[in-house]
């Protein structure tokens, strides 16, 4: 099995829910949610992908760096890449339903662990599918991490003390999801959380806990005070909020306050190992990775989920050769324009 025929396959599989477009960057699918695309007019989703582009590689030739190393220390696991699987749960009503969830979150979990990283699952309107990724992760001997929408404090709490039982090495909250409609339509409560919810949710477990959704400094410097180990960089793919700036913009001023004081995730229209040395530049430590995965369950199960992140990698491997960049943190904004 190649590229080519994980997406055909997925082609026809996602069939009315994803075209598995050329170049997968929100244009075709504006306004489909649920499904693959972006809220309303799709602008957040297309300039995800648009201010990306417009980041430019400083190629360098004359170095030492033949042989880079792409391994990433993530809260005690040693990672193959700095590349994680982005949580996604609701294959039914947004992927047309071809993988059952119990399948995709196999596939994601166990074609992550393959490919020598972790898959994060996640959490939505029906408690129950929460608990499916859950399962995968415990069938992995806990490599996986699970990721909580911000539901009632309390409920968060209740799944954050289910989470621990299947012994993961982080645990999180998308307050992204916020604004989903998927969970409205579910009738499940979601709402932003102030710092002293934050903090009561942080402190509750002795895990590393991960925020995922956040995008602005004040929110950063907000979300450190309440004690967060990590924080994803993200706009939950243009799917929540219209006109809503860019994962990539929003990191470089993020950046510039966290780096070094916390972990630095982002997501948002990374297609390539390219577009994941152009996040590393802009400050990430690390990125996640969810349409490009989606793709590559509905089109192989685990086997594409591996194909998927391990091309990125090499994408990557080679990018780091090609601008000399020896090892992860010696990636930095001299290597950009």
Not at 9 to 34: D, F, S, T
Not at 41 to 66: P, Q, Y
Not at 93 to 115: C, H, I, R, W
């Amino acid at each position: 099995m190649n590229i080519i025929e994980v997406k055909n396959l997925a082609r026809e599989r996602i069939k009315g829910y994803c075209r598995v477009c050329p170049e997968c960057n929100g244009v075709a699918c504006r306004g489909e949610v649920p499904g693959m695309g972006g809220t309303l007019t799709g602008s957040s989703f297309i300039g995800n992908v648009e201010d990306l582009k417009k980041v430019k590689l400083r190629m360098k030739t004359i170095h030492s760096a033949k042989e880079p190393d792409l391994s990433f220390d993530f809260f005690g696991k040693k990672l193959a890449m700095p590349i994680i699987t982005a949580p996604v749960t609701g294959s039914a009503f947004n992927m047309g339903g071809y993988l059952s969830e119990d399948q995709y979150n196999k596939a994601v979990v166990e074609g992550s662990l393959e490919a020598g990283t972790l898959a994060m699952t996640g959490d939505t309107g029906e408690a129950e599918l929460f608990d499916r990724g859950l399962d995968a992760i415990k069938a992995a001997s806990g490599n996986g991490i699970p990721i909580i929408k911000p539901r009632e404090t309390d409920r968060v709490i209740e799944l954050i003390k289910k989470a621990e039982a299947v012994n993961p090495p982080a645990v999180g909250m998308d307050i992204d999801g916020a604004g989903l409609i998927t969970m409205a339509l579910k009738g499940a409560p979601v709402s932003p959380k102030n710092i002293q919810e934050l903090y009561k949710i942080v402190s509750s477990t002795k895990l590393p806990f991960i925020l995922k959704g956040v995008m602005t400094v004040e929110d950063t410097i907000a979300a450190i005070e309440a004690g967060v180990s990590a924080i994803v960089v993200s706009n939950h793919g243009g799917r929540v909020l219209d006109h809503a700036e860019s994962s990539c913009n929003a990191l470089r001023k993020i950046a510039q306050v966290a780096k070094g004081r916390i972990t630095i995730l982002v997501d948002g229209g990374i297609r390539t190992g390219v577009d994941v040395f152009k996040m590393l530049a802009l400050g990430a430590d690390g990125v996640l990775i969810g349409r490009p995965v989606i793709i590559g369950a509905f089109g192989g199960e685990k086997e594409g989920v591996k194909l998927v992140l391990e091309k990125m990698k090499n994408e990557l491997y080679q990018t780091m050769i090609l601008t000399g960049a020896k090892e992860l943190g010696a990636i930095d904004d001299t290597m950009i324009v």
